[in-house]
């Protein structure tokens, strides 16, 4: 009978550690998620956070599940971020030369640099066809094309001394909402053709890109 009560004793000890250890486990568990928990806090920016400035709670009261979330759409646009920068810096630093005779079915440049074809654009500076002979004299020389309510071509002349104006042309199409999704150059003694495609966001006028690319080359 006292082995049976020893028996009896001894499991219910074993049961109760074993409890014990479970408790203590999840207790740790939990205690690791929400120190990991509080590093992803500290590593995302007060702007992205989803509570608003006037309510006073700190973020540590965010839910883990929002955290998770908010942490995954900060990546997202930090990735999105990179995509378009390493896109822009490839434009910027391109060293090849690409064939710039056609775009689709019309000419743009001709290869021996000795006329500038102007086909119907959306805006045009220097480009006029009784001075097509010698448009290469006055530069720099713009054209905008407008293909469809989301494409737009630029083909910009200047001399080989003013790079630094296709740089500010970059500039002033995302600034305006127009995406550069590929551009090309080509030097042709002592001149530069570039030949930019961008997207068009929805809403955007391409009669205000214009103006501005012709204040920036005139």
């Not at 810096?89 to 102007?118: E, M, R, W």
């Not at 220097?126 to 010698?134: K, L, V, W």
């Not at 004299?137 to 713009?142: E, M, R, S, T, V």
């Amino acid at each position: 009978m006292k082995n049976l009560s020893k028996f009896a004793s001894s499991s219910s000890s074993t049961c109760a550690a074993a409890a014990v250890d479970r408790k203590t486990i999840e207790k740790n568990r939990r205690s690791h998620m929400k120190s990991l928990c509080f590093k992803l806090v500290s590593l995302i920016p007060p702007t992205t956070s989803t509570h608003d400035n006037n309510n006073h709670s700190s973020k540590k009261d965010i839910a883990q599940t929002d955290l998770i979330d908010q942490a995954a759409n900060y990546i997202q646009e930090v990735t999105k971020r990179i995509d378009k920068l390493k896109r822009k810096k490839d434009l910027l630093t391109a060293t090849t030369l690409p064939n710039t005779d056609h775009c689709g079915d019309q000419d743009i440049i001709t290869t021996n640099a000795a006329a500038v074809v102007a086909p119907t654009s959306t805006c045009s500076l220097n480009t006029s066809t009784e001075r097509a002979g010698n448009s290469l004299l006055d530069l720099p020389i713009l054209q905008v094309r407008n293909f469809d309510s989301t494409t737009l071509e630029v083909v910009f002349i200047t001399g080989i001394n003013k790079h630094f104006l296709y740089y500010q042309l970059i500039t002033v199409l995302e600034e305006e909402g127009a995406e550069v999704v590929n551009a090309s150059f080509a030097t042709v003694v002592d001149k530069i053709f570039y030949t930019v495609h961008s997207q068009v966001r929805a809403g955007v006028e391409t009669s205000r890109i214009c103006d501005r690319l012709k204040k920036l080359v005139s």
